[in-house]
């Protein structure tokens, strides 16, 4: 087995005084790759000969003298819905099979700059729609605590990839939990930022006003790291932030004085051995001083009836730009075909089962007639529960703690005759989108099955535009829990 690239911090500093070369570490990677990816299927893409020339420049300017940035020779994986220059930029559909980009997204471009080198495309559900990555046109992703479960979604692909240690840093898109739940699956950090702090230029769109790209991370310190570098203003995202970015990482090991954690009370309480992970986390945090205080967000119990209706309805006007023309798959027509059949049998083709019923249901919502029923409804709700959570943080709390997910991974094929049952995957993760929050998934316990331990994770949702503070704290419970340490393993 190759040894583990280990963290972010460990491998600059490693690569920082030339102990190890960005072209070994790079090696090591697609060695790991190589070795692990035929089974968990992470990845859609590797970018073998590219990374290793990435490296090779690296690695020729440090012996310059010169310094190529604060990711220097960091391995990293993208999400494929995040368009690149170069490979195919598919989302996990048919629909883009073979789809190259003219153009590269501003957070990979970003991450480039720093001097990290892009490994890879990884796997997700079709458009980013789905809680496993089942809905992938390329095949499951598996988990790699248990081969026979899944990631979760849809950035499935990104947080395997992080929790094998086949690279330590991923991005993801979070529209609903897409990188807070599959992280809290694999045993990983997790990070949602502010709407607005990371720029979405370059992001496929599936619900622009809910859209977020973030990282995975082994850490909460690597994490903070990847956003000093991925947040900012971005002129090509009109609903980027105009505000400064602090350094994540400067406070992050000072614990935060007179720390008030809300603890929401929800009518989708945790159940048994998740109820105790989570009662185990507060308990964490009571220990280290903090005051608990129950708050009552009772309209959170709306969110996913309004996320399934938000999501979709723009989902479906984002969509409508895959028609065979423009983009991808075009489906080949018979004799007497006009162009409505083209669309049609098109987008019939191309588009997966899960994606089509978002199109439906997105297109119906907005349909006259039905639009002041569902759609305008469903906004006004959006409203009052962003009100709610500005009404606990002015409360006093500093954070909200809920979990992540309701449970831990569950098997392949165990959910996807039944949307419904997927979509309550979400429970504690869409509310968060609705309100435009910055939250965070960290490792906070197992749950043994008949097999084996399963990670699962708590959720930080803090503020608009306070994720110095959201990191903080997270930070306070990582330094006082060991559950981040763990690596499934393969070495059995
Ligand atoms: N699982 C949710 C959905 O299917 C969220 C997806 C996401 O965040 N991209 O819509």
Known sequence: MIPIPTSISELRALIGSRKLSAVEVTRATLARIAELDPELHAFLEVFQERALQNAADVDAALARGENPGPLAGIPVALKDNMALEWGNTTCGSKMLRGYRSPFTATAAQKLINAGAIVIGKTNLDEFAMGSSTEHSAFGPTRNPWDHARVPGGSSGGSAAAVAARMVPLALGSDTGGSIRQPASLCGIVGVKPTYGRVSRYGLVAFASSLDQIGPFATSIADAALALNILCGFDPHDATSAELSVPDFTADLDKPLEGLTIGVPRLSAQPQGEMALVFDAAVATYVNMGATIKEVSLPLTDYGIAAYYIVAPA?????????????????????????????????????????????????????????????????????????????????????????????????????????????????????????????????PAGFIRDERRNLPVGVQLIAPAFEEARMLRIARQFEAATDWHTRAPGFEA
């Open 314 to 442: 723009e989902a479906s006007s984002n969509l409508a730009r895959f028609d065979g023309v423009r983009y991808g798959h075009r489906a080949a027509l018979a004799k007497g075909d006009d162009l409505i059949a083209m669309y049609c049998k098109t987008r019939a083709e191309g588009f997966g089962p899960e994606v089509q019923r978002r199109i439906m249901l997105g297109t119906h919502v907005l349909s006259s007639g039905y639009y002041d029923a569902y759609y305008s409804t469903a906004l006004k709700v959006r409203r009052l529960i962003k009100a709610e959570y500005d009404t606990a943080f002015r409360a006093g709390c500093h954070a909200l703690l809920t979990p992540a997910t309701p449970g831990p991974a569950f098997r392949i094929g165990e959910k996807t005759a039944d949307p419904l049952a997927m979509y309550l995957e979400d429970v504690y993760t869409v509310g968060v989108n609705l309100a435009g929050l910055p939250a965070v998934t960290m």
